[in-house]
T-cell receptor
Framework: NAGVTQTPKFRILKIGQSMTLQCTQD?????MYWYRQDPGMGLKLIYY???????DKGEVPNGYNVSRSTTEDFPLRLELAAPSQTSVYFC????????????FGEGSRLTVL | DQQVKQNSPSLSVQEGRISILNCDYTNSMFDYFLWYKKYPAEGPTFLIS?????DKNEDGRFTVFLNKSAKHLSLHIVPSQPGDSAVYFCAASADNQGGKLIFGQGTELSVKP
């Protein structure tokens, strides 16, 4: 059972470049989330989705975009990369969005130079 | 505005002894609290949770205590094992927030043989 799969695991970007972090889950979960973790900090919510076609902003959405065309996929788009977006990004999913128990991917480490 | 705080960045404990990790919160609307465990280069994994209607929840060696009047929760690990060495995140959610979690900064636990 793959769970939540994120690609790529590592990426170096130049300032101003764009990229998409991919996230796929095979558990048929309706709720999906993108978090970022900066050194010495907790995870901050970027965007979340309660089902296909529905997305909403979290705590730190600026500089990011998301889409949710299917239940399985929740890609995160960075349009104009900035050094402040250097971080580790985690995608997560949840079956019901009630208990708060999230299933996380392994993370994607992004460096913007 | 840090709604969930873990004031100890690190904790070192001898194998077999008790580990106590602490967490404070400020938002009285939080009604569900969770602990996640994270190993290096992996995503966080759910450990244990507690609803605001309870003051204690046990699962094997792990017990979470909630003191609502003090807005404080703690995780007890007894007995501690070297495999428990990881970063522990406290998280909180409110019932009407679609499973969105607010995380603390994390406490790195080191259990020495």
């Amino acid at each position: 059972n793959a769970g939540v799969t994120q690609t790529p695991k590592f990426r170096i970007l130049k300032i101003g470049q764009s990229m998409t972090l991919q996230c796929t889950q095979d558990m048929n979960h309706n709720y999906m989330y993108w978090y970022r973790q900066d050194p010495g900090m907790g995870l901050k919510l970027i965007y979340y989705s309660v089902g296909a076609g529905i997305t909403d902003k979290g705590e730190v959405p600026n500089g990011y975009n998301v889409s949710r065309s299917t239940t399985e996929d929740f890609p995160l788009r960075l349009e104009l990369a900035a050094p402040s977006q250097t971080s580790v990004y985690f995608c997560a999913s949840s079956p019901d969005g009630i208990s708060g128990e999230l299933f996380f991917g392994e993370g994607s480490r992004l460096t913007v130079l | 505005d840090q709604q969930v705080k873990q004031n100890s960045p690190s904790l070192s404990v001898q194998e077999g002894r008790i580990s106590i990790l602490n967490c404070d919160y400020t938002n009285s609307m939080f009604d569900y609290f969770l602990w996640y465990k994270k190993y290096p280069a992996e995503g966080p994994t759910f450990l244990i949770s507690i609803s605001s209607i309870k003051d204690k929840n046990e699962d094997g060696r792990f017990t979470v205590f909630l003191n609502k009047s003090a807005k404080h929760l703690s995780l007890h690990i007894v007995p501690s094992q070297p495999g428990d060495s990881a970063v522990y995140f406290c998280a909180a959610s409110a019932d009407n927030q679609g499973g969105k979690l607010i995380f603390g900064q994390g406490t790195e636990l080191s259990v020495k043989p």
